[in-house]
């Protein structure tokens, strides 16, 4: 009798310390959403292990986390629950390029949306495949759902790495580097590493932020009267030689320049410090 009411007490108590899950079958994450689930006699220690397999779960929740699951002693009951990262679904229904970034914004912190196998999202949006920033219409189960969406494309870029102050000096190359950055303008935004020393700073840049051409204005690289060198480029064949410049001038800037030996002048393009560039 002590025996059997021993083994009855013992499953029993397995029985009520079960730790079972369940979610919805289709759960849409809207960026870093909380994908919603219900638990009964879970632990803390579980649902901090849920919590935590959630922040990136995609697809088939069950099929892609059956061990963590099972090793962790949690039943999950709703074993067809899928994950879809709604910016993949925006991106699959308006031929958005896959490296491409699709991000979402709202007045209201931003919730999962969740459905039925039945029920699918009906999304409408006028220009979601171009840059910038678009409202999409989201409907379901006789519901609509407003959201401003933004499209980035990725670009190579000039970024801060250190705090660059307001100055009158060139930028130190030592506080940037070149990274791939997200931007719905990518005119506006400045991307050749090898050329930001010829740039002054019109506002201070903190680290991390990319730099913008309305950030920075290009110095003075020569200078009246100082010689500088002359590139000459003649059907493929380049030459070297010096030149007096007749006015000062930035990047890009074309100038007057003389020649030293002959007297003779003629129009260059500024190239670097103390640079010229003439094409023959």
């Known amino acids: 009798m002590f025996k059997l009411i021993l083994l009855t007490f013992v499953a029993t108590f397995s029985f009520a310390s079960d730790c079972e899950v369940s979610m919805a079958q289709k759960n849409y994450r809207i960026e870093n959403s909380v994908i919603n689930y219900k638990s009964k006699n879970c632990n803390r220690s579980q649902l901090e292990i849920l919590?935590?397999?959630?922040?990136?779960a995609h697809g088939n929740f069950y099929l892609n986390h059956s061990r963590d699951l099972k090793?962790?002693?949690?039943?999950?009951?709703?074993?067809?629950?899928?994950?879809?990262?709604?910016?993949?679904?925006?991106?699959?229904?308006?031929?958005?390029?896959?490296?491409?970034?699709v991000t979402f914004k709202s007045r209201s912190p931003i919730k999962s949306i969740t459905t039925d196998n039945l029920t699918t999202l009906e999304l409408m949006c006028n220009d979601c495949n171009k840059l910038g920033q678009n409202k999409l219409k989201i409907s379901f189960d006789g519901m609509t759902k407003w959201l401003d969406i933004v499209i980035q494309k990725p670009v190579r870029a000039v970024v801060a790495k250190n705090e660059i102050g307001l100055s009158f000096k060139s930028i130190n190359t030592n506080n940037v580097e070149e990274k791939t950055i997200y931007?719905?303008?990518?005119?506006?935004?400045?991307?050749?590493?090898?050329?930001?020393?010829?740039?002054?700073?019109?506002k201070v840049i903190s680290p991390g932020e990319t730099i913008n051409k309305?950030?920075?204005?290009?110095?003075?690289?020569?200078?009246?009267?100082?010689p500088v060198k002359v590139i000459l480029n003649n059907n493929g064949i380049k030459l070297t030689g010096q030149a007096l410049p007749m006015s000062t001038g930035k990047l890009q800037d074309f100038i007057k320049v003389k020649n030293l030996k002959t007297n003779k002048v003629f129009t260059a393009k500024v190239i670097g410090l103390n640079e010229v560039k003439v094409d023959l």
């Open 183 to 202: 931007t719905t303008d990518e005119k506006a935004v400045f991307k050749n590493l090898n050329e930001i020393a010829f740039y002054k700073t019109n």
């Open 51 to 56: 919590n935590e397999i959630l922040i990136s």
């Open 71 to 101: 090793e962790n002693d949690i039943n999950f009951l709703t074993k067809d629950s899928v994950i879809i990262n709604l910016d993949e679904s925006v991106k699959t229904q308006f031929t958005i390029p896959d490296d491409w970034k």
């Open 214 to 226: 309305r950030d920075i204005s290009p110095i003075n690289l020569v200078t009246f009267g100082v």
